[in-house]
């Protein structure tokens, strides 16, 4: 059962990985000038003051 759990983990974590790599690559082809690096901690910053509301 433990095992099972741990291997979901992975593999959503793996999912969620992917995500952001093809999020971050589609910013590049849409917004070329853009620093995206800073797009991410902007988005970070904005989901941890909203996480708490």
Do not use: V
Request: with cysteine.
């Amino acid at each position: 059962m433990k095992s099972d759990k741990s291997k979901q983990a992975r593999m959503l974590a793996m999912e969620k990985k992917m995500a952001a790599k093809e999020a971050a690559h589609i910013c590049q082809l849409l917004l070329p000038g853009r620093n995206i690096f800073q797009i991410k901690m902007d988005a970070m910053e904005k989901f941890k003051l909203t996480k708490g509301m």
